[in-house]
C-alpha cells in the first residue's frame, strides 16, 4: 500500500528536514507484518514527493495467526497488501514517528508552519463512502478528491466496491496531517487488524489533541477508532468532554487561583476540608477530581493511611505526580498515595471500600446528566462513611471585584449554584442513598449573599 505526500513549499526539500528522512536515501524499516520502505520519487525546489510503501505479508500474517477472514482463503486473498488502513497507520508512527510528534532540530521554524500539502493514497477502504470521506477530512481544512474505484475495471459491470482513491490538499503542518491520517485511515476502514485494548484510549487522546473534541463527527470517529466496544468509547467521550471546552486546565486553574487570592478562599477551603476529614476518623480518604493535587499533598503530611488522588485529566494527575514528587518517595510514602486516571461518571470498583471521599470544586464541572452518573458512582457504589462536597456560592460572585457581572468563575464551569440549589440537591442525594447532609459556610460569610464556598458533608 502506498501514500505519497507533496509540497511546493519552498525550498520544498524542506519535507525532508520535516521528516528527518533524506531525499537522497531510500530508508527500509522492519514493521510486526512486513515492511516500509521510504523514498523520494521527486526532490526538487519546486515539488518534493516523499512515497511510503508498506509491504505487507499476508502469508506471514496469516503464520502468525494475526491473519481473520471469514472464509479460508480470504487469509490468502484479501485487500491487505493494497488498501490503505491500519497497517498504513503503523507505518506511519513507525517511520515518521518524530514528525508527528512535530519536533525538527535543524528546522524549528517549520514545524510549526502550515505548509501546502498534498496526500495521495491509490486504494482507501472507505466503508460509508465518498461522504464520510467529505465528512471526514473536510471539517479538517482539506479539499477532498475522493474516486471510488471499479471493483475490476475489466469488467465494468461489477460496478465500484468500497476503496476509493483519495486526494487531501490542505495548507497544514505536517504534523498535523500525519496525526489526522494515522486515526481517520483505520476510521474510514472500520477496522483495525490488530486487538484493542486501552491503550488505544491513549494513542487517539495523543493523535487527536487539538482536533478530535471539536469534530463534527467525533462520536463516529471514537466508536470506529476504539472498534465499538463501549467499554473503551465512553471512558474517551468522557475525556474528551473534560478537556475540550478549555484546552489547558492549567491556565484556567492559575485564573481561579488569582481570583479568589484576595481572600485566599483555596487555602481555607483545603482547611476546611482537612478538618472535616480528620473530625471523621478517616484512615483512608479519596479526593476525587484533585486536579494538581494540593489536597492530595496535606493529607500526606497529615498521615493518612492512604490516600487516592482521582481525576479523568491526565496533565492534572502529571502535575499532581510532580507536586507529591512521587518519583522520588520513599518506599512506604509511596505505598500510602495513589493516583487513579478516571471518569467519576462511571462506576469504577477500585473506589469501593474507602471511609471518607472529598469532591473539592468538581460537580460544578459536570452538566446534569453526568452530575447524576458522578452521583450513582460516590454515593450509591463507592458509598464512603463521608462524603465531602464543595462548590462555588454563586450569590457570592457580586462580591468579587474582578468578576464581570453575571459572569462565572472559570470557563468550564457548566452551572453555580445558590445556597438554596445546593441545600436541595443535597437533600436529595442524601435521600437517595441513605446519607444526612449538614452545610459549612467556607470563607467570609457575608450577611446578605452568604459565603464565597459552599460545603456539604455527608454521613452515612
Ligand atoms: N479538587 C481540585 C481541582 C478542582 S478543578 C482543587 O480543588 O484544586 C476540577 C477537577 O475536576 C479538574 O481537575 C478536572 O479534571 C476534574 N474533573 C472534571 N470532570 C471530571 C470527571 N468527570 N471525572 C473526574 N474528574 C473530573
Not at 83 to 105: I, P, Q, Y
Not at 425 to 431: E, F, R
Request: hydrophobic share 40%; net charge negative.
Amino acid at each position: 500500500m502506498l501514500l505519497t505526500i507533496s509540497t511546493t513549499h519552498r525550498p520544498a526539500t524542506d519535507l525532508g528536514f520535516l521528516l528527518h528522512k533524506h531525499p537522497e536515501r531510500p530508508q527500509t524499516f522492519g514493521l510486526p507484518f512486513g515492511q516500509a520502505h521510504v523514498f523520494y520519487p521527486e526532490a526538487s525546489r519546486e515539488l518534493c514527493r516523499v512515497a511510503l510503501l508498506v509491504d505487507v505479508d499476508p502469508v506471514g500474517l496469516v503464520r502468525r495467526g494475526s491473519g481473520a477472514g471469514s472464509f479460508a482463503l480470504a487469509e490468502y486473498v484479501n485487500d491487505r497488501p493494497y488498501a490503505a488502513s491500519s497497517f498504513m497507520s503503523v507505518g506511519l508512527v513507525n517511520v515518521f514517528k518524530t514528525a508527528m510528534a512535530g519536533t525538527c532540530k535543524e528546522r524549528p521554524e517549520l514545524v510549526g508552519s502550515a505548509i501546502p500539502l498534498e496526500a495521495s493514497l491509490p486504494a482507501v477502504p472507505a466503508r460509508g463512502g465518498e461522504s464520510l470521506v467529505r465528512g471526514l477530512f473536510e471539517p479538517l481544512g482539506y479539499s477532498v478528491d475522493a474516486t471510488p474505484l471499479q471493483l475490476d475495471p475489466q469488467f465494468p459491470e461489477w460496478g465500484e466496491g468500497r476503496h476509493v482513491g483519495l486526494r487531501l490538499r490542505a495548507e497544514v503542518r505536517l504534523a498535523d496531517l500525519l496525526n489526522h491520517l494515522y486515526v481517520l485511515l483505520p476510521v474510514l476502514d472500520d477496522d483495525k487488524h490488530y486487538w484493542v485494548d486501552d491503550t488505544e484510549i491513549e494513542k487517539l487522546m495523543r493523535r487527536g489533541e487539538g482536533w478530535l473534541g471539536q469534530h463534527p463527527e467525533r462520536d463516529l470517529i471514537v466508536r470506529r477508532y476504539l472498534k465499538h466496544q463501549a467499554q473503551l468509547y465512553h471512558p474517551a467521550f468522557a475525556q474528551l468532554d473534560e478537556t475540550a471546552p478549555t484546552a489547558d486546565h492549567g491556565d484556567d486553574e492559575e485564573r481561579e487561583e488569582a481570583l479568589e487570592e484576595r481572600v485566599s478562599l483555596r487555602d481555607q477551603r483545603l482547611g476546611t476540608v482537612e478538618s472535616v476529614l480528620e473530625a471523621s476518623g478517616a484512615r483512608r480518604v479519596l479526593d476525587l477530581g484533585c486536579g494538581s493535587g494540593a489536597l492530595l499533598a496535606r493529607l500526606m503530611r497529615a498521615g493518612y493511611q492512604e490516600v487516592v488522588g482521582v481525576d479523568v485529566s491526565v496533565r492534572s494527575l502529571e502535575r499532581a505526580a510532580r507536586r507529591l514528587k512521587l518519583d522520588t518517595l520513599s518506599d512506604d510514602r509511596r505505598e500510602r498515595i495513589k493516583l487513579l486516571h478516571s471518569p467519576l461518571t462511571y462506576r469504577d470498583k477500585r473506589l469501593v471500600g474507602y471511609d471518607a471521599a472529598a469532591l473539592v470544586e468538581v460537580i460544578e464541572h459536570l452538566d446534569p446528566p453526568r452530575l447524576a452518573a458522578a452521583e450513582q458512582n460516590v454515593f450509591g457504589s463507592a458509598r464512603p462513611g463521608t462524603v465531602v462536597v464543595t462548590t462555588p456560592n454563586v450569590e457570592y460572585n457580586v462580591r468579587w471585584e474582578t468578576l464581570p457581572a453575571g459572569n462565572l468563575r472559570h470557563p468550564d464551569h457548566r452551572f453555580e449554584w445558590t445556597r438554596e440549589e445546593f441545600a436541595a440537591w443535597a437533600q436529595q442525594v442524601g435521600t437517595r442513598h441513605g446519607y444526612s447532609a449538614r452545610f459549612i459556610p467556607v470563607g467570609p460569610d457575608d450577611p446578605e449573599v452568604g459565603p464565597p464556598t459552599q460545603m456539604a458533608v455527608f454521613e452515612r
